[in-house]
């Protein structure tokens, strides 16, 4: 059997990562709409 | 006693801008609930799957992979019938939806391009060929990031679902020739063992292992393009609101 190990180890951290990372792209861009949308309101509402 | 509810439209006598609003979960159950089944996904394809035999722990690269390369098919599909439905029935829903399920499918195919080299290098001795099947889905890739790109370069909403709609349904016009080109072309890339006419070739605890991985992926899938559908929703509210202010001046 070939040691491929190395490389099994790389693509599921690979993967994982990319996961992740998208993930926490889409909360921070959502994070940062929502704190525009309270701030116009507030601003709306004064 | 104050109702819930009554606590979010504000207490008698108190203006409701002073009410901070309810603040919506960042991570739903959805994404829970798909990171549950990615990371038992996991466990299930390192510990509890026997290695293949030539090419070691390598090979179970595949548990990845495949799901991957089938939710980016299955992604694409998605925008290919949405934006159909939008360009017939001028549906801003269906427009949101092919948007949200572009973006996560660009996700799977880089997923693909990520773990296919890697997979490659020890068993073709190279990280990358250009083959039919490797560079028509490099060009799949391309196609919807230059969707995105396109998306956010029009501010004008109806322009912007009519033109990224005519992509989208013609990049998905892609994938049954990605999935066809290990039959029409010379390719490094092996046949398929499991999306075949005949039964799939693979063990049953590899093809067990297979199969829950790939429902894992699905829910990542419909879990990310929930929660990139609110983001787009959100932002239709944003533009909204922008749009009053701007007219209130």
Redesign the interface.
Known sequence: MAETAGYFHAAYIAAGTLYVLYTASLVVRRRRVLRRIAALERGIGR | MTTPRARAEGAPGR????VA?A??A??DGW?VAAAVA?IAA?VRA?WFTP?E??????Q??YY??LP?ALNAYLAFGVVFVTSIVYLWLRDDRADRVAEASAE?GL?FT??VL??GP??G???WGTWWTWDARLTLTLFLWFIYAGYIVLRGAIIEPALRARYSAVLGILGALLIPFIHMSVYLFRTLHPMPIVLKPSAPSLPPEMLHTLLFSFAAFVL?YLA?VR??Y??GL??V??AE??A??EGGR
């Open positions: 203006p409701l801008a002073e609003p603040r919506p960042l991570i994404i990615v996991y390192i290695p035999a030539t090419q070691g722990l390598a179970k690269i990845l992979h991957a996560v996700l880089t997923v990520t773990t890697i997979w290098k020890p068993i990542v990310l929660a990139r609110r983001l959100e932002r509210r944003l609101l922008e009053s202010l």
